[in-house]
């Protein structure tokens, strides 16, 4: 029976229980590398205890923790929080409801002047170890989120960089829940030494046939055509599983990672006449996707009610 889209009912979600005037204090348990060590980026797996705060069991899959780091901006004010998507799942990481994770990348930059910045918020994170303390407010996050008859969907997921965190949780949580419906995941990055929880997804793709996880790494090999393979490339490269499944009732669109990749998502989905995945307004419209310019995808061309993202 094909679902209709009324039917895509979100779950009620706990929001800001702890808020930066009133944060709690959470304990790290496990900080590791996920990127390989040649890698020039660097994303760590995080995991934090948060036995007896209001957050045990309230911190639905989809959702972002914030981080406050200690010390001043450079007006003297307190850094100001930053968010983090939760890669455990809805149970827990492990299962554990006290425990919950995120998956963080340093952010580094080099300035024309070779002058180096480091980000405050997602080093600080990165270099905690086991044992430390780390004020934490949240969950927040009210639509990037499973719905409460997960089962009833397909999923075709779409992961940029750290964007592959909430699908961590959220295929592990829609597998144990028996979904017999598909889901893909597509996940893209320049090389092979920044595939993130590889080792994660692969025995979970063998271990169930219709779960399919697809890495798509743009600066190797290159398409066909010569072309290098984004995540929105997969609609053609992987044509044959995608076409049909894009094509059913019941079948739910997730994008998250880096600020932009949608936009290439969404001139894809135009080219091949998926539009009840958008919500394509005047003037849009009435131009060809690949001729949407960014204003066009800023006003008029929107998510529809299939589908989520969650870019920053
Ligand atoms: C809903 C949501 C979910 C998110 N999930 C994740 C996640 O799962 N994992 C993750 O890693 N991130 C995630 N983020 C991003 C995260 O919140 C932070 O923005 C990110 O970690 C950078 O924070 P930072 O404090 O390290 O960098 P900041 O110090 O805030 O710097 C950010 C940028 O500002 C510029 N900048 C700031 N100050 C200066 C300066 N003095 N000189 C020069 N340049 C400067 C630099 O260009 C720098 O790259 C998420 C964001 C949102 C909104």
Redesign the pocket.
């Known amino acids: 029976m094909p679902v209709t889209m009324s039917e895509i009912k979100l779950p009620e979600v706990e929001l800001n229980i702890y808020t930066p005037r009133e944060p709690v204090e959470a304990t790290i348990v496990e900080n590791r590398l996920c990127t390989k060590e040649s890698s020039p980026n660097f994303v760590r797996h995080v995991t934090f205890d948060i036995s007896g705060t209001e957050l045990e069991g309230h911190v639905q899959v989809g959702q972002?923790i914030g981080i406050l780091?200690p010390g001043e901006d450079?007006n003297g004010r307190p850094h100001k929080l930053?968010?983090?998507?939760v890669?455990s799942p809805t149970e827990g990481e492990d299962g554990q409801p006290h425990l919950i994770s995120?998956?963080?990348?340093r952010?580094i930059?080099e300035?024309d002047n070779n002058e180096l910045?480091l980000?405050?918020?997602?080093?600080y994170l990165a270099d905690l170890q086991p044992g430390d303390k780390v004020r934490m407010t949240g969950p927040s996050?009210r639509r990037f989120l499973l719905p409460q008859n997960a089962t009833d969907f397909n999923y075709v997921m779409f992961a940029t960089g750290?964007g592959i965190?909430p699908y961590r949780g959220m295929i592990k949580e829609l597998l144990k829940a028996g979904i017999e419906n598909d889901i893909v995941l597509i996940f893209g990055c320049p090389y092979r030494t920044d595939l993130l929880y590889a080792d994660y997804f692969e025995p979970l793709d063998e271990e169930h046939p219709n779960f399919h996880y697809l890495p798509h790494i743009s600066r190797e090999a290159r398409r066909a055509d010569g072309t290098k393979k984004y995540v929105q490339t997969c609609l053609w490269d992987a044509a044959e599983l995608l076409d049909p499944l894009l094509e059913q009732e019941n079948t739910l669109l997730y994008i998250c990672g880096l600020k932009g990749m949608e936009a290439g998502i969404y001139r894809a989905l135009g080219k091949k006449k998926l539009t009840q995945y958008l919500d394509i307004r005047e003037p849009a419209v009435n131009k060809k996707p690949e001729d949407w310019d960014e204003k066009d995808l800023k006003r008029y061309v929107k998510p529809s009610a299939r589908t989520f993202v969650?870019v920053?």
């Open positions: 972002s780091p450079e930053r968010l983090y998507s890669s995120t998956t963080v990348k952010t930059e300035f910045y980000g405050v918020c997602s080093n996050g750290t965190a969650e920053y």
